[in-house]
Structure formats: C-alpha cells, structure tokens
C-alpha cells in the first residue's frame, strides 16, 4: 500500500467520526437551534458551525493575502499618492464599486 494516500480501500481516516465534548453552555445553543427547527440534530448543528468558520478563515487568508500584495506594492513604490484635491475621486470609486458590488448580490 502506498502511504500518503487517502483513497484506499480499508483507509478512510476522514471518515471515521470524531467525538467533541461540548460546554453546557453550548449544548443549550445547539439544543435550543434545533428546538427551534434550524437543525434537525446535532451533527447538523455542528457541520454548520464548522462551515462558518471555514469560511471566516478564507477570508482572514484572503485578507492577509491582500495585504501582503499591497505592503509589496508599497515597498515597491507602486502605490498611489493621494492629497486633499485627489481624495474626493477615490472616495467617489470606491462608493462606486461597493455599490456595484451589493447590486450583483
């Protein structure tokens, strides 16, 4: 058998379930999520709590990855120069964009 690989035959390490010990605190939040018909169990709860923090932590990547573009920009002296005459136009763009942006949600 050749190591390192997920997808054989008796080996499914990604399939075998986990067990979490929850606080009682959150045990009554997710009891109360699906009392309240959000979730039809607990795993359903939990699968959802982890898809949320999956997709907080693309866009921490993402932003950090942003940043580090633009500290390399700056440090390569690409960026832009702005002064009271020219800030009007920048914050005129980006009202711009950001208004596109919520009409293509």
């Known amino acids: 058998m050749a190591l390192g690989c997920i997808d054989i035959a008796g080996i499914r390490a990604y399939a075998l379930a986990m067990q979490i010990e929850l606080t009682p605190a959150q045990n009554s939040f997710v009891d ?35 940043l580090d573009s633009a500290e390399k920009a700056l440090d390569a002296d690409e960026g832009e120069n702005y002064t009271p005459e020219n800030l009007g136009a920048l914050v005129e763009s980006v009202n711009a964009r950001g208004h596109e942006r919520l009409q293509g949600r």
Not at 45 to 53: G, H
Not at 58 to 65: G, P, Q, Y
């Open 32 to 66: 109360l999520g699906i009392q309240e018909g959000r979730y039809r169990d607990r795993e359903e709860a939990v699968r959802a709590a982890l898809a949320l923090w999956e997709r907080r932590e693309r866009a921490r990547i993402e932003l950090l990855s942003s």
